[in-house]
């Protein structure tokens, strides 16, 4: 059995290894120093190894940085020059010099997903989370989704009395809280028919706030709701709209990298409803 005093020393051990300066002080042929010797070689083997992680972790952020600074020059001169061509071809050369423009224009929002996906999957990005308005961060999301939903006809409708929500607060970081909404809106535009609507209300409850955003597009099958928010999926119903099938699994590394979460409620030929939670206080 072990006594008080052994007790009191492991107690020790395992706070220090907690917090990081533990080191050796029994020399001698008891169980506790032979505790204490293993219990140091783990540490400092782990120790070694997120080492190494991170530094991994580096090169894969640096490489993707320099591989999309190194991409970037090229394809804005292509953007450019086919932009410029528009405005000297003949009509039958205009759908060959805009397939140009719409592929670069393509490949341009993929390499800036990918830059996204690094900083986010590495955890070499920190978010900087502060309380902020929730109907702030919608707004900002809808005003970037504008002109998109009017190209196709679509109405954003806000469904929140401004007088009851400005008070709705979130623990989040403002830029990336918008970019993930913006996400959403963004896929609900696309898989929604011309004329139709897209609600976006505010939602609060005691430990969570969250925006709602309805559309009354083409549906998510029940088998296919947990695979939306995965790396480049694209379901077979939609391979003849455009999109690389990175946007909600971006909005969900947002979300949840914030200790948030996000709800998916669908059927398929009504609509889709995503409701996108943010926590009040800073989570521990």
């Not at 506790?32 to 190894?49: E, G």
């Not at 914030?258 to 206080?281: A, D, T």
Request: a negative charge.
């Amino acid at each position: 059995m072990l006594r008080r005093s052994e007790y009191k020393l492991l107690n020790q051990m395992l706070d220090a290894a907690m917090n990081g300066d533990f080191h050796e002080t029994q020399f001698d042929e008891s169980e506790l120093s032979k505790l204490q010797t293993k219990l140091y070689q783990y540490l400092n083997q782990n120790a070694i190894s997120e080492e190494k992680l991170n530094e991994e972790k580096s090169r894969i952020e640096e490489l993707v940085t320099n591989i999309s600074h190194q991409v970037k020059t090229p394809l804005t001169n292509i953007m450019m020059y086919s932009e410029l061509l528009k405005e000297s071809v003949r009509d039958e050369q205009q759908e060959y010099v805009s397939q140009i423009y719409n592929q670069s224009v393509k490949l341009n929002e993929l390499m800036q997903a990918l830059v996204k996906m690094s900083r986010l999957e590495t955890g070499i990005f920190a978010f900087e989370q502060k309380t902020d308005s929730l109907a702030e961060v919608a707004e900002e999301a809808i005003r970037g989704n504008i002109s998109k939903a009017t190209g196709k006809h679509i109405v954003i409708r806000k469904m929140w009395d401004d007088s009851k929500t400005q008070s709705i607060m979130a623990c989040l970081d403002k830029k990336w809280a918008v970019e993930a909404v913006s996400n959403i809106i963004d896929n609900a535009i696309k898989y929604s028919s011309e004329n139709s609507e897209i609600e976006v209300d505010m939602l609060e409850h005691e430990m969570f706030a969250g925006i709602k955003i309805t559309d009354h597009g083409i549906g998510i099958s029940e088998d296919e709701s947990p695979r939306v928010f995965s790396r480049f999926y694209r379901s077979s119903r939609v391979h003849d709209e455009e999109g690389i099938g990175v946007g909600l699994f971006l909005a969900r590394q947002i979300v949840e990298g914030q200790g948030g979460y996000i709800k998916l409620k669908s059927e398929v030929g009504k609509g889709s409803s995503f409701e996108i939670y943010f926590p009040k206080r800073r989570q521990m």
